[in-house]
């Protein structure tokens, strides 16, 4: 079985802190994503990763960056959290670019 | 115009019934294609992978049409536990865009006794 971990399920920041969200899967997928999801708005892909090192803007990566320095491990980044940040977040892996994704359990960010 | 739209739920069915979700994309160039299940407050999982001749799990059934270019989920015989949203995905294969996922809003199905 697929597993795709995030480091928290529940977080609350404050406006302008730095944010980590840390995901990790144990199935040696290629390609790792970051979306958020949010009422009305659906899923949203911030960023991604086709391999270590490398990374890709999605369709909303303003406020946000990430890191793949391990091949298993993808981290997002939010440099100074503003409340619109507030949402859902979640981290998803696929074992190729046409492959089914793999969703974490998500991290319920509260930004105030 | 969304890229990938889908029935505007929400569908509200008593058990035993049959109920069917579509789900049209826009970009031609879409390859692969999913439904996902998505429980109230829980990530979306897979639920199945959608083939050009059709496949069938259980109760399920996924259809492709590339030519109207929609896909389909038909759930027969609804149990209280297929109450969730019900996400369409669709994947492009090639160009710069391949890999990203492109995800419908979802349809709401609540089973009820």
């Known amino acids: 079985d697929v597993k795709v971990t995030q480091s928290s399920r529940y977080l609350v920041k404050r406006t302008g802190e730095k944010v980590f969200l840390e995901c990790v899967q144990d199935?040696?997928?290629?390609?790792m994503f970051w979306y958020r999801q949010d009422p009305g708005l659906g899923l949203r892909l911030i960023y991604f990763s086709y391999d270590v090192k490398m990374k890709e803007k999605g369709d909303i990566p303003e406020g946000y960056s990430v890191s793949r320095e391990k091949k298993e491990r993808f981290s997002l980044i939010l440099e100074s959290a503003s409340t619109n940040q507030t949402s859902m977040y979640l981290c998803a892996s696929s074992l190729g670019r046409v492959n089914e994704q793999y969703f974490g359990p998500g991290t319920r960010l509260t930004v105030t | 115009r969304k890229e990938v739209e889908q029935d505007p739920g929400p569908f509200n069915v008593p058990e035993g019934a049959t109920v069917a979700f579509n789900c049209t994309y826009s970009?031609?160039?879409?390859?692969?294609f999913f439904w996902y299940r998505q429980d109230c407050r829980k990530e979306p999982k897979l639920l199945m992978s959608v083939y050009s001749s059709g496949n069938e799990d259980g109760r399920f059934t996924a259809q492709l049409n590339r030519a109207s270019q929609y896909i389909s989920l038909l759930i027969r015989d609804s149990k209280l536990s297929d109450s969730a949203t019900y996400l369409c995905v669709v994947k492009e294969e090639f160009n710069t865009n391949a890999g990203k996922s492109t995800f419908g809003d979802g349809t709401t199905l609540t089973v009820k006794p």
């Open positions: 199935m040696d997928h290629e390609n």
């Open positions: 970009n031609s160039a879409s390859q692969s």
